[in-house]
């Protein structure tokens, strides 16, 4: 309550203060109140019992608990798994906010907020619904890989404390109890959201899933491969709603209330109850929010008859949301809308003339240039404003582009130049799509037979779109996957052009913010692009923590780098995100060359991701693998073959050149040996000042026979255990045959056990798992000293 007076109080301010000044002054008056919000907020997250409770490596729990949020409906991520048949293809997140927990076998009261996630659908749960679940509870995972984002920071804004998992609908039960106080209206929301959904997924065919996103912001059904799309043409805005949606929305409300003859004070209730309908429907994001208090503000003052002007309410917005939640100043979505908004508003200015004069001969200069339009044919007139408008919108996309060039390549890694004419031909198929979208929930829910027209208008529409955006994504040039530039040089990009803000309009100011913008790039390319120094003589291993799966960086040089397998199991949607962020870190941008072991899924299921962000000169295989009959291969040929990778076969007797990598490939013989794809894996042997680095793949009977009759390297080395540290291979008699010094194992949460320890130890040998210390790094250098850091436990 206490707040909601400040807000308004602040509101008043802002909107009727006479001069900038007192503005500013009225805004620098309530920083210290957010500080203070923020802190009784951490204080308050951090007093939760529930973290008390959560560990990292995850306990089995019964919570009771109340749905607070409105649920969301996803596609499971391993329901398209060949072995995982039984799978439910659906999965459901729910945030709950906890009541009591089983001790024993009595229950005991606790706080704090969790995101439940349940193998399953459950779409006819509700906020206030009141329910008992059992499952694994555990703390959010900190970042495991170089260069990998903090999830912890998301899921702290969204004041959630831990995770529980549940293996099935059946072990989440509703309760006969239901908590109704305060969330009846949520419930109400919930539906109608829920209801749009199931419409849009009915009646617009195929393009369901970005109709679902695109009219209610429900991103969870969108493909990773439209994701990617939308990501290098730079219109991923569309998988999340924002002021453009809701002004197309109000723009529909208008134009009904014009229809309907509604009175002006009728037509700003109307706009202002749809526009609160709409950002509700839409989970309330604080860019929809934002664009909210944009409309609410130019309502209000238009009921007064008082000036709006755009920066006073675009300032009144941000002061909102950081009341609301003062952490919203950290999410790269909110500062990306304001960013938008502002840069919209400050270039639609029209610049000052600098005297009488020269103002009244450019107002001279535009009569004219109107008496001359009116002496021009229909058709040319109409060709001339198209024409103006399109110049219009290209200038501010790419304004905007401009802008927000720099929190973009920090945060995703990709730049997009090809987005600046991409979203202007996408305006008017963005503007059918939604308004045909909300015709069709609207329609449904009246009559659903009405739904079909406008679901097939929005369907089109939306494959128009889909045509456009994948046309761009292929033009060459159009978009470059980039390691990000630092920190302190993004800030310092802001930093520039705010000051450059209070220099007087002109071409003074203006060619000094051209020249800023060309001189940051330049930097920034070459602060992004400059490789991690490798010391001299030094050779390293990176051992990326991709779950159950592998994924080796090896350099021999700062520009010398190449992957031994890239995949993880249940990679179905060829996701490379874990590779790829490791070797942004160390500056690549091109790779010398990969290796496969073998035909195992979790061993090249990232490749066609890994293809598509760095150049790759050669992909390196055991004899006949890409011409075996595994269907996971096919993405896997096509994507080599777009690429323009040169593809070799290499064997224990390939005569390699290697220059002075010294790489040898160990295994497998030229003739196949009789088993599966395991035992014909690609071995490598690396030598580096009297030690060597053994990369056995998924090696087993009768590989294993085979490698051992080799001979044996020498001891001290470095080891990665075959097969992910598997107890029912063979793994004794390789570690007798290479006897490292250290053992390191790429495997999932089975490789944790305490018997994969005792096994891999046995010689003596140091053991470090993936997923339990991150990614691991093995240096050795010129005189075979060797070096291995964990990311969890001492990052580089």
Sequence with gaps: MLWGIIFIV????????????RRLATMLLFLPVAGSMHRLREFSYEQSSILQVASAAGEPTIVDAVIDTPIVIRRHPLADQQSRRDQSPWQTQIEVDTRQLRVGSTFEPIDGRLLVVVDGKRDELRPGDEVRAYGTLRRFSAPTNPGQRDLRKFYHRRGLHARLDVDSEAQLVRLDSQIDGGHHASRLIASIAARGRDLLLQHTGETGPLAVALVIGQRDFVDHKTRDLLLVTGTA????VSGLHLAI?????????TLLRMPTFGKILWIILVCCLYTAITGGRP???RAAVLVGTFMFALLMKRPSQPIN???LAAIGLVFLNPEFVFSIGVQLSFLAVATLVLCGLRREAGTPALAQAVASEEQLELLVEGARSRPLRIARSLGNLFRQATWFSACVTAISLPLVWHQFHVVSPISVVTNVVLGPCLFVALATGVATVVLGFMYEPLAILPGLFCQWSLAIMRWIIETAADVPGGHFWLPAPPSWWVAAFYLVIAATLC????????????????TWIIVAWILATTKSPLPKGH????????????????????????????GRLGNDTHSSRDIDVTLWSLGVTRLDGIFLSHADADHFNALPGVLRRFRTRQIITPPGMLSEPEPALASIREAIEDSGAVVSEHSGET???????????????????????????????????????ILPGDLEPPGTASLIGRARPPPGGVLMAPHHGSLRMDASSVLQWSRPRETIVSGGRRARRPEVYEMLAATGSGVHVTSHVGAIRVRIDAQGKIEVRSWVQSPW
């Design 10 to 21: 602040q509101f008043f301010c802002i909107v009727f203060a006479k001069n900038a000044s």
């Design 313 to 315: 309410t675009l300032s």
């Design 539 to 566: 050779f390293e291993a990176t051992f990326v923590d991709v779950g159950h799966g592998t994924s080796v960086v090896l350099r021999f040089a700062d520009d010398d780098v190449w992957l031994y397998d890239c």
């Design 503 to 518: 220099i007087p309009r002109g071409r003074r100011a203006t060619s000094i913010r051209y020249g800023w913008i060309a």
């Design 287 to 289: 860019p929809v929010m």
């Design 249 to 257: 929305v109000v723009a529909l409300a208008a134009a009904v209330a």
């Design 237 to 240: 805005h569309l998988l999340s």
């Design 655 to 693: 005569v390699s050149d290697w220059g002075d990598r010294k790489i040898r490939v160990l295994h497998p013989p030229r003739e196949r040996l009789p088993g599966s794809d395991n035992a014909n894996s690609l071995v490598l042997r690396i030598d580096r000042g009297g030690r060597t680095l």
